[in-house]
């Protein structure tokens, strides 16, 4: 699991922040929540009940401790929708989007006489001790086209060349649509030998350096941009 992954990665130092995206995601295999929250949360204590079974949160040697930011929409349902909720209650990690789909249940199989299996759900899970039925409203909440959230939550990141028409108007201060290059990818310029002292059309600047100058990155995705910019925020506040 990639979460996993994160807390082993000892020789990545510039980590500022961690975003989590649970949109179009669902499930109802609960146990492995206990996990996934000690990741995060190292004091043991009762997270859900289901089907009568309760699930605890189990602390991990390993902890994620940089900001954690998750985000979720109206198709994010189950166990992705629990984690969610056990985030913002527990006080761990901000939860960005729009409100999702308020389906965590129980379910009981039943098979019938011709032989299939039929799923029901028998009761709601409870959460931190509470029944939630309505679905999670998120700390921020950031509207998306329906119509285009799913492309760009698959897609959020283009890269465009600075003889773009976005890119050209970026040098426009007064136009709000278009994102202006961020810090990370100052850094990235600079360690690719672009500096205020030599521009990207500088002589003395490599190819790759002068390639990596003549783009732009720009997040599409307006909840992932909203992340990011929280996250730098924090970070800039940590100073």
Same mark, same amino acid.
């Given at each position: ?5 994160? %807390? ?23 146990? !492995? ?7 995060? =949360? ?31 929409? @109206?198709? /994010?349902? @189950? %166990?992705? #929708? ?7 209650? +527990? ?8 409100? %999702? ?35 999670? /409203? !998120?700390?921020? #909440? ?8 799913? =492309? ?5 990141? #283009?890269?465009?060349? /600075? ?12 136009? !709000? ?5 961020? #810090? ?45 910019? +929280? ?9």
């Amino acid at each position: 699991m990639m979460l996993y992954a994160f %807390t082993n990665a000892s020789s990545v130092t510039n980590i500022i922040g961690l975003v989590v995206d649970l949109r179009f995601c669902e499930g109802d295999l609960y146990e !492995p929540l206990g996990d996934i929250v000690g990741l995060f =949360d190292g004091r043991p204590r009762p997270l859900l009940e289901v089907c009568g079974v309760v699930i605890s949160n189990r602390p991990s040697p390993f902890r994620i401790s940089v900001p954690t930011i998750i985000l979720v929409n @109206g198709v /994010t349902r @189950g %166990t992705p #929708e629990a984690l969610a909720l056990i985030a913002k209650k +527990l006080g761990w990690g901000i939860v960005i989007g729009s409100k %999702t789909a308020g389906e965590m249940f129980e379910w009981k199989e039943y098979r019938l006489s011709d032989g299939r299996l039929i799923r029901v759900a028998v009761g709601v899970v409870r959460v931190l001790g509470e029944e939630v039925s309505q679905g999670i /409203t !998120p700390d921020l #909440e950031v509207r998306v086209d329906p119509e285009k959230e799913e =492309d760009l939550a698959q897609n959020p990141i #283009e890269t465009l060349g /600075t003889n773009s028409t976005i890119a050209r108007l970026e040098e426009k201060p007064a136009d !709000p649509t278009v994102r202006r290059i961020n #810090e990370a990818e100052l850094e990235r310029l600079h360690r690719s030998g672009v500096t205020s002292g030599s521009p990207p059309n500088s002589k003395s600047s490599t190819d790759t350096a002068r390639k990596e100058a003549e783009e732009y990155m720009v997040i599409k995705d307006p909840m992932l941009a909203r992340a990011i910019d +929280l996250l730098t925020a924090v970070r800039i506040l940590r100073r």
